[in-house]
């Protein structure tokens, strides 16, 4: 019989990408658990909606009695756990709705999957719990947890917990560990989105700090594709590092949006630099490759242009997640920032 998998988180960015990927690739039927924070958006799920395959609840994960009523009621399978506060910047401003979401969330989940005897849990985690390396080297499943934001502090606990829940009582949980996304439908607050909005729009475009720090990038398509290989083939207990081996220095990649929207150079505005900023993130990401021969399929300046011609071509989306509270972030985020060029931002 086919199964059923809870996917919490499933309105974001890459939650969303993965229940499109797993209804087109496979038969099983997905239940949708979402708070619908900032970053959710059930617009990003217009293409399911009519799929008998797929169901979405409104609520938390941290509501134990929820999780446990939609466990029973769908009859659950599983659990791919997406759900997280997952932007650096927002994290320096506040961490309490980090620890709640990213570690109680993740606690209060395994909770009830391991009460109901759930046959896997796969946590998606994020190369940030690794911490941030100089000009050479790259994270292996075996490099030391080293936090440097409170986000990546409150990925690295929840995968603390994971782990302990592993060790302790045999609970048959998986962790990915994935490099930068990027793609259609993500929250125009992460650099990719964010710059291709402002070229588009003409204003500046805030380069934190010298603009070479380095970040590996990967589509949320490749990414969806590794988290279900690694939740039905990866093996209990293991961590999966996941890349496509595309880094890039911000300012490249800040310098490909300006080409692909056809602007120029004199929208970049140097601004005052992220606190605790990480200079370098790179993925080895072998394991995976080897074990659960999973690759990487689209190459970084093909998805940058596919994604640079989604958000051309989404304006109303666009529109719609950039009222009201983001118009408060970003004032709030950039407006007290000092413009380097001496552009305002
Ligand atoms: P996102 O911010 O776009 O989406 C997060 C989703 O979780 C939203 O739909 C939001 O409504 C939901 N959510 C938040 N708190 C919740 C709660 N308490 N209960 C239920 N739902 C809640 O994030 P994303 O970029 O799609 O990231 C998804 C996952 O992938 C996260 O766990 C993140 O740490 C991880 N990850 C992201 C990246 C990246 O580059 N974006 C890279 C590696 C790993
Ligand atoms: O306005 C900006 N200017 C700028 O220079 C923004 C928003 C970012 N940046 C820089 C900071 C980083 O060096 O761009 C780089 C990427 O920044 P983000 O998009 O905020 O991503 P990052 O901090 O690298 O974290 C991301 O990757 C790992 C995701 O947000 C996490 O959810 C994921 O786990």
């Known amino acids: 019989m086919a199964k059923t998998i809870l996917i919490t988180g499933g309105a974001g960015f890459i939650g969303s990408n993965f229940i499109r990927y797993v209804l087109a690739e496979s038969d099983v039927s997905v239940v949708n658990l979402d708070a619908l924070t900032y970053a959710g958006n059930l617009e990003n799920l217009t293409a399911v909606e009519g799929n008998s395959r797929y169901h979405f609840v409104h609520g938390r994960i941290e509501n134990s009695e929820l999780v446990r009523y939609i466990c029973k009621e769908f009859k659950v399978d599983g659990i791919i756990n997406f759900a997280a506060e997952s932007h650096v910047d927002r994290s320096i401003e506040n961490a309490q709705p980090f620890v709640d979401t990213n570690i109680s969330g993740t606690l209060a989940l395994m909770t009830i999957a391991r009460e109901l005897c759930l046959e896997r849990f796969l946590q998606v985690s994020t190369d940030e719990v690794y911490g941030s390396l100089g000009a050479h080297g790259e994270f292996t499943e075996e490099s030391p947890l080293a936090p440097n934001s409170p986000y990546a502090a409150a990925k690295a606990a929840a995968d603390c917990l994971v782990r302990s829940f592993v060790h302790t009582y045999n609970f048959p949980a998986v962790i990915t560990r994935c490099s930068n996304n990027y793609g259609a439908y993500q929250f125009p607050e992460k650099l990719i989105p964010l710059m291709i909005l402002n070229a588009l729009e003409n204003k500046p475009l805030p380069v934190y700090g010298d603009g070479l720090n380095v970040r590996d990038w990967i589509s949320a398509r490749d990414h969806s594709a590794a988290v279900w290989l690694a939740y039905t083939h990866g093996k209990i207990g293991e961590v999966y590092n996941v890349g496509a081996d595309s880094e890039r220095k911000n300012i490249e990649v800040i310098k490909a949006i300006l080409a692909l929207t056809g602007k120029g150079e004199e929208l970049i505005s140097y601004v005052k630099d992220r606190p605790g900023h990480d200079r370098r993130y790179a ?6 490759r080897t074990e659960l021969c999973w690759k990487p399929t689209v190459p970084f300046e093909n998805g940058l ?6 958000y051309q071509e989404n304006s109303e989306w666009c529109a719609h997640v950039r009222s009201g509270e983001y118009m408060k972030y970003y004032k ?8 380097v060029s001496g552009k305002p931002v």
Do not use: N
């Open 332 to 339: 709030k985020q950039y407006g007290v920032r000092v413009s």
């Open 305 to 310: 242009a596919e994604t640079v011609k989604w």
């Open 283 to 288: 993925i080895d990401s072998t394991k995976i």
